[in-house]
């Protein structure tokens, strides 16, 4: 059998100063999760140096898989909770993530066409009762997104998404952060909907997204990241066809 790796933290740095870092493809994908399942996703990443780790990518490629773990306490402490819920939603993430998958949409050579690829975020997880502690495999398609990262990766600190209490905030961050060379990330509308993970009824009526989506997030991040965040609707005719986002740090707190 091949031998499983558990990458070490390559700092000595409080877990919410530590980075979460990611491929651009992976932070703009759909990700199908709950605000639950991302925290713990987002403390196991930030627990590893997935940065120029190559060893752990290679073994992870001739299948010895990547492992992470996360403790009830740190969790609790991350995110301010209390130790029963801390239990109860490391109990929960390790019987959901396993059915849990992240999507990428890409244009196909056929005209008008896309070809849809889907993958499992983790092959297997286990929760230890009494110790309270979560340990999730990813799978050799998720983990490279995750390790060995040398160039077109997106970087933000844990405790950026650790003030975030809507899941929409959080992604809506994944994906400026992989845009931040530029400061400008122009996206179709429906490149936005899929990876906000849109529901139908926001896909269909875009008032209902701006309300429940993209309104609250940019609020949110406003708010808790001190960024200087503005959007604009771009139309075609009638229809909404792309938005604008134009942001910065603020330059007495950068934080992305």
């Known amino acids: 059998m091949a031998k499983k790796h558990t990458p070490k933290a390559g700092t000595d740095l409080p877990i919410e100063q530590r980075h979460v870092n990611m491929s651009n493809a992976l932070a703009r994908a759909s990700h199908s999760l709950s605000l639950s399942e991302k925290r713990v996703i987002a403390c196991g990443i930030a627990n590893t140096n997935s940065v120029g780790a190559k060893d752990y990518n290679l073994a992870v490629l001739k299948g010895g898989g990547w492992i992470i773990k996360v403790t009830a306490d740190e969790y609790a402490k991350t995110f301010r909770l209390t130790m029963d819920t801390a239990y109860d939603e490391l109990q929960y993430v ?17 005209k008008g066409k896309n070809i849809i690829s889907r993958y499992a975020w983790v092959s297997r997880s286990k929760y230890h009762e009494g110790e309270g502690w979560i ?20 970087s933000y600190k844990l405790e950026q998404g650790k ?5 929409y905030s959080w992604r809506l961050l994944e994906c400026l952060a992989s845009w931040k060379s530029t400061g400008v ?27 429940s989506v993209i309104e609250p997030a940019v609020k949110e991040l406003r708010l808790t990241q001190n960024m200087n965040l503005d959007y604009k609707v771009i139309k075609a005719g009638r229809k909404v066809a792309s938005l604008i986002f134009e942001f910065s740090p603020n330059p007495q707190q950068s934080l992305i």
């Open 94 to 110: 390790a019987k959901s993530l396993t059915k849990r998958d992240w999507e990428i949409v890409e244009p196909s050579k056929r």
């Open 135 to 154: 340990e999730l495999e990813f799978t050799h398609y998720t983990a490279p997104h995750l390790l060995s990262l040398q160039n077109n990766f997106t």
């Open 163 to 167: 003030a975030l209490r809507s899941l």
């Open 185 to 211: 990330w122009h996206v179709p509308i429906e490149q936005f909907q899929h990876a906000m993970d849109a529901t139908a009824s926001h896909r269909k009526d875009f008032g209902m997204l701006r309300r």
